[in-house]
């Protein structure tokens, strides 16, 4: 029963109540598995493109940059750094004083190699009177840590992660923002120098952001020859999703308020739909290298915007075809293989279509938006997978795809899951408008089916939370994809403080 404080709130979110009635319903009857054909491999749904190719490729990539389409770098960037430094806030915590754990040993260790020590010399100083490398040969650990963590210090422990120091240079330290800005420069520039960039942020930190930028982009506008365009946006409060008790039931706080959560990632396809672009790359703010490791990654981003523009200008003379009614029996059966075997969409059916019921076929499969994803040999990392799945339509094409969606208690589906020989490390090019140059509705292309329900806790108490379809996942569920395997050098990501002295980052 919604009472006259629910609507006001649900007004406020712009979020109406058959909303909240379906995503109530979402608790009731769960998420079903997808449905699996096969893992994705080269061969079979993964490109690994010979040097000829890759050749052919870059200079697509090449040429499209001359024209005058729109190309945005889009960077989801509001996670915050609290779990970089889980590890840390416990030692900060525990009952000893001193390093036990192998992280922590290796943490401080390694202090002086960090790129943000320099500030937190300075931090240690304005705490306690002492540098860092004093405090560590008296054994102050704590005091270390506190001056990293701490609002009296850094406050890295409450920033997000695009804010802290990664990178250390002769001259300077570089943040993720200012490493996103440097490679936007090296392969999203279009023919007059223009980059766009746009970061999605959390609304108590999009000052910080904006500060950061405005105070870096002229120097590395000069320092590319390049002209900068920086944009900001925010998850919307009408993707958020209400939390469930365990009977079910709206979740209601302590002071008997509804209960709202960010819906995850899968939300920013709303930010994404906002975008005035022609092809966007999408890439996570912790996946940055320093500039001498950043050879692979621009060659193979370059290299995925070319597979995407060769395999859309090929979609998009054959949607005129279509539309002008003026195809040959051949013509059709051609862009059926294009289809099937460039897109990697198949439907078991086609085989009983007359040519015009097929050409309706096609034309609504072609005419979809387009992403070239990154997939990097498996090595253990986790997260989603390269697949082959059955869609609603009965079709086959490829997903992105995490455990969650998947039916573990199925001995076949966990072993296609287990022996899968790639990962997603989440690097996208994706392009956004149909052959007219019309924006996709995007909103239009993600299969709601795909959500998962995750248990939480507020005050001590379980709840059910509700997550969108993943970015990546069920929100692109209905776009044409292709995978293309990439080189680990490619995912460098940060997970926590100490991956930052690793080589790559060094």
């Known amino acids: 029963m919604m009472t006259p404080q629910d609507k006001e709130l649900l007004a406020r979110k712009s979020i109406s109540e058959q909303q909240i009635a379906e995503q109530m319903a979402c608790f009731k009857k769960g998420f079903p598995f997808l449905k699996l054909f096969a893992a994705a491999s080269v061969g079979s749904g993964i490109l690994s493109p010979s040097p000829e190719e890759q050749q052919e490729y870059l200079n697509a990539w090449e040429a499209y940059t001359r024209t005058n389409k729109t190309i945005v770098k889009f960077v989801p960037a509001s996670g915050a750094a609290s779990r970089m430094f889980k590890d840390l806030f416990a030692f900060a915590n525990a009952a000893y004083d001193t390093p036990q754990t192998p992280f922590e040993k290796t943490f401080f260790g390694g202090l002086r190699h960090f790129a943000f020590h320099d500030d937190l010399n300075e931090a240690c100083k304005n705490i306690s009177g002492k540098d860092a490398d004093t405090l560590?040969?008296?054994?102050?650990?704590?005091?270390?840590?506190?001056?990293?963590?701490?609002?009296?210090?850094?406050?890295?422990?409450?920033?997000?992660k695009g804010l802290l120091k990664f990178h250390r240079y002769e001259d300077k330290a570089r943040t993720p923002v200012e490493e996103h800005l440097a490679e936007g420069a090296l392969y999203a520039a279009n023919h007059s120098g223009k980059v766009n960039v746009h970061f999605t942020v959390s609304p108590e930190h999009r000052n910080l952001f904006k500060t950061l930028v405005e105070?870096?982009?002229?120097?590395?506008a000069k320092e590319y020859g390049v002209d900068y365009n920086i944009t900001f946006s925010e998850q919307k409060p009408n993707t958020d999703t209400i939390a469930a008790d365990m009977d079910n039931q709206p979740f209601r706080d302590d002071d008997g308020q509804l209960l709202f959560r960010p819906g995850g990632h899968g939300a920013l396809i709303e930010n994404l739909n906002d975008l005035d672009a022609d092809i966007i790359f999408i890439k996570n703010i912790d996946n940055v290298v320093p500039d001498k490791m950043k050879g692979d990654t621009i060659l193979y981003k370059k290299l995925l915007a070319g597979v995407l523009v060769t395999l859309q200008q090929q979609a998009f003379a054959y949607l005129q075809l279509l539309d002008s009614g003026k195809y040959t029996h051949g013509q059709v059966l051609e862009i059926l293989q294009f289809l099937q075997k460039k897109l990697f969409c198949k439907n078991p059916e086609v085989k009983n279509l007359e040519d015009s019921e097929?050409?309706?076929?096609?034309?609504?499969?072609?005419?979809?938006?387009?992403?070239?994803?990154?997939?990097?040999?498996?090595?253990?990392?986790?997260?989603g997978g390269p697949f082959l799945a059955y869609n609603q339509d009965g079709t086959i094409s490829l997903q992105i795809l995490e455990s969650s969606q998947i039916d573990m208690n199925a001995p076949d589906k966990k072993a296609m899951f287990e022996k899968g020989t790639h990962f997603n490390p989440v690097d996208l090019v994706c392009g956004v408008r149909d052959f007219k140059g019309h924006k996709f509705d995007l909103d239009n292309y993600i299969d709601k089916a795909t959500g998962f329900i995750s248990r939480k806790s507020k005050n001590g108490r379980e709840l059910k939370a509700l997550e969108r379809p993943g970015l990546w996942n069920g929100a692109m569920s209905?776009?044409?994809?292709?995978?293309?395997?990439?080189?680990?050098?490619?995912?460098?990501?940060?997970?926590?403080?100490?991956?930052?002295?690793?080589?790559?980052h060094q």
């Open 358 to 383: 097929l050409a309706i076929y096609l034309k609504k499969k072609l005419n979809r938006p387009m992403r070239v994803c990154g997939m990097v040999r498996n090595a253990g990392e986790p997260g």
């Open 215 to 220: 105070d870096k982009t002229s120097t590395y």
């Open 136 to 160: 560590l040969a008296e054994g102050q650990y704590k005091t270390i840590a506190k001056a990293l963590l701490s609002p009296e210090g850094l406050n890295y422990g409450a920033l997000p």
């Open 478 to 504: 209905d776009w044409n994809t292709v995978f293309v395997e990439v080189p680990l050098s490619t995912f460098n990501p940060v997970k926590t403080v100490n991956d930052l002295l690793r080589p790559q």
